[in-house]
């Protein structure tokens, strides 16, 4: 009675143990089908981010409407190392600002985030390689 009782424990702790490893290889395999995988972030071009801000509202490649040409901008900053006024362009552009260039108050734009005021800053010093359409 003594080998059957055991036999059957071990047919039951082996019956557990196939139930648990089941169970927890199941358990793994639907944390990973129902975790849903991320979009990637996708960057917006200059071209979009101007269009988005409204910048063209103000500012315009080539043609002065009360703010600077961003061809101006690029020409004023030409002299100075590319990495240094990128930088402190986009802090520029994202604090806003006022006197600089006259009158106009530029809005400050919190929204963008650092990488995207980097690409409007580099956009911008760009400017006078661009040719007039």
């Keep these: 009675m003594q080998q059957k009782r055991s036999k059957d ?13 089941v169970a927890a290889l199941s358990g793994c395999g639907e944390a990973e089908q129902t975790k ?16 988005d ?3 063209m509202s103000c500012h315009l490649p080539r043609n002065k409407m009360g703010a600077p040409t961003w061809g101006d901008v690029a020409k004023k900053y030409k002299k100075e190392k590319p990495e240094i006024i990128e930088a402190r362009l986009a802090e520029k552009i994202g604090k806003g600002g006022s006197g600089a260039w006259g009158r106009m108050d530029m809005p400050p734009n919190r929204e963008l985030k650092p990488a995207e005021l980097k690409v409007l800053a580099h956009g911008i010093l760009q400017a006078d390689t661009i040719k007039s359409k």
């Design 9 to 21: 424990t071990n047919r039951c702790h082996a019956g557990m143990a196939a139930v648990l490893i």
């Design 36 to 51: 849903q995988p991320s979009a990637p972030v996708i960057p917006r071009t200059f071209d979009q981010l101007i269009a």
């Design 53 to 55: 801000m409204h910048c």
